[in-house]
């Protein structure tokens, strides 16, 4: 079991008494031991379980060492394997070695120097695992970015200012695509507690079935298919910050039980009684007006007070168009750099973005300016590497747009339509809208 171990050791052997002395040995020096015969049993215990470390034979019936080697290196590539091996191997662990492997010891083994290696292992993956941290932390942030200036952006900007160290609740609101992550991650990050995790549940994606042990956990066995502990998402945002995004798709009875962790600071994972105390601080978001949800009995009032604290409304990009400027900007020189391109945007595209209705908001915008870029062949975006629903907004000197925004919309959802055979979930991803929002926008323009 993992409790104040030094860590979880795999040891796999098809000889009883050397995992038996090893696994003693190990034990004594406050390791937890996992024990297999076989590669196949070592394979389902790495599946189940958190291994820290793998101290594997190299020789055995059936599948090697070498091969469950191949398999780690594969699937948990932060996971330090030792061999063990005798002398007619030793060509073999070498090349291990060469490949990835930790460290290699020739039978009869010194255990005084094995604990040694063991410890730096451990140490090394802890680094890994540190470097890990920091490359999504550096990612993390930079996705925390917000771009704009004006007086719409400014309001969100104090707000955060404001209230980014308070513990209380924020409700974050606006039509998909406009950024409501973005600035979830903006409080986070600008906090105190910005060192600290940062997790985010999308509860639209989620399975209904599975969306309470995603939340609180679940121990093994608590339900069919529950093969091993998982750690909850509010666990794993302790001292951190969690974003319940889309918080309306939550059913009626996780509304409850969300209320109670709320109140008391404390999960239960499935299957156990054991209170767990948690330190959060909870951001939600959604683009349904949960006022009118709670009208019409979808969504608890108890609730609602105790996650809208503090209430933050995102504008959608036509209320916004001063920042597409510093958007486009910001996303062309973005998907330059990784696609080693050097463009720019031409007057007449960015005339057009600026008299576009953007229906799918900021996600779209940068889906376009993606698409614009991966398909740009000289130095300039045109006409040419947009949309097709761009094209009938190309502007003629001196001549009004004579479509209405709604009739710019309708156009641009059945041009996504026709270019993606009819496929709606690729349409709505096509204009950077979610499934939900698209076939509503279907239904208004009586297109099904």
């Known amino acids: 079991m993992k409790g104040k171990s030094k860590g979880d050791i795999l040891?796999?052997?098809?000889?009883?008494?050397?995992?038996?002395?090893?696994?003693?040995?190990?034990?004594?020096?406050?390791?937890?031991?996992?024990?297999?015969?076989?590669?196949?049993?070592?394979?389902?215990?790495?599946?189940?379980?958190?291994?820290?470390?793998?101290?594997?034979?190299l020789k055995m019936p059936g599948k090697d060492g070498m091969?469950?080697?191949?398999?780690?290196?594969?699937?948990?590539?932060?996971?330090p394997v030792i061999f063990l091996t005798a002398y007619g191997t030793v060509e073999s662990a070498v090349s291990a070695i060469t490949h990835g492997a930790f460290y290699y010891f020739i039978k009869p083994v010194d255990y005084l120097k094995l604990k040694s290696i063991l410890v730096r292992a451990m140490e090394q993956r802890c680094l890994k695992r540190e470097l890990e941290f920091l490359k999504k932390r550096l990612s993390e942030e930079k996705r925390s970015y917000i771009i704009g200036n004006t007086s719409e952006m400014i309001k969100i900007f104090k707000t955060?200012?404001?209230?980014?160290?308070?513990?209380?609740?924020?409700?974050?609101?606006?039509?998909?695509?406009?950024?409501?992550e973005v600035i979830a991650r903006a409080?986070?990050?600008s906090s105190t507690r910005k060192d600290k995790p940062f997790i985010t549940v999308n509860c639209a994606?989620?399975?209904?079935?599975?969306?309470?042990?995603?939340?609180?956990?679940?121990?093994?066995?608590?339900?069919?298919?529950?093969?091993?502990?998982?750690?909850?998402?509010?666990?794993?945002a302790s001292g951190g910050t969690i974003l319940l995004d889309e918080i309306?798709?939550?059913?009626?009875?996780?509304?409850?039980?969300?209320?109670?962790?709320?109140?008391?600071r404390e999960v239960e994972r499935l299957g156990s009684s054991k209170k767990i105390k948690v330190d959060f601080r909870l951001l939600s978001s959604t683009n349904c007006d949960l006022k009118k949800e709670v009208q019409a009995g979808n969504f608890r009032e108890d609730l609602l007070y105790r996650i809208n604290i503090v209430q933050i409304d995102v504008p959608p990009l036509r209320e916004r168009k001063d920042d597409i400027p510093l958007l486009v900007t910001e996303f062309v020189k973005e998907f330059c750099i990784r696609e080693k391109k050097v463009l720019t945007v031409s007057d007449q595209v960015m005339r057009v973005f600026q008299n576009y209705h953007w229906p799918g908001n900021v996600r779209q915008l940068k889906n376009v300016i993606e698409r614009a870029v991966?398909?740009?062949?000289?130095?300039?975006?045109?006409?040419k590497e947009l949309p097709e629903e761009f094209l009938f907004l190309k502007e003629k000197t001196g001549t009004p747009f004579q479509k209405t925004l709604k009739d710019l919309e309708i156009q641009a959802i059945k041009d996504a339509l026709q270019e993606c055979k009819g496929n709606k979930?690729?349409?709505?991803?096509?204009?950077?809208?979610?499934?939900?929002?698209?076939?509503?926008?279907?239904?208004?323009?009586?297109?099904?």
């Open 205 to 236: 994606a989620m399975p209904r079935e599975l969306i309470e042990s995603e939340l609180f956990g679940c121990e093994r066995g608590a339900y069919t298919g529950a093969f091993s502990r998982r750690i909850g998402r509010f666990e794993e």
């Open 187 to 189: 409080l986070h990050y």
């Open 248 to 264: 309306g798709e939550l059913k009626p009875p996780l509304q409850a039980k969300l209320l109670r962790v709320l109140e008391e």
């Open 160 to 180: 955060i200012e404001a209230i980014k160290d308070s513990a209380s609740s924020v409700l974050i609101c606006g039509e998909t695509g406009t950024g409501k």
């Open 374 to 383: 991966v398909l740009g062949k000289g130095n300039m975006i045109t006409m």
């Open 67 to 79: 091969q469950f080697f191949e398999y780690i290196t594969e699937n948990y590539p932060d996971v």
């Open 11 to 57: 040891i796999v052997d098809d000889e009883p008494n050397a995992i038996k002395v090893l696994s003693a040995i190990l034990s004594e020096d406050g390791y937890a031991v996992l024990e297999a015969k076989d590669v196949e049993s070592a394979t389902k215990t790495i599946r189940k379980e958190n291994v820290d470390a793998v101290i594997t034979d």
């Open 425 to 448: 979930a690729k349409a709505a991803r096509m204009l950077g809208i979610s499934r939900k929002a698209f076939y509503k926008r279907l239904l208004e323009a009586q297109i099904i």
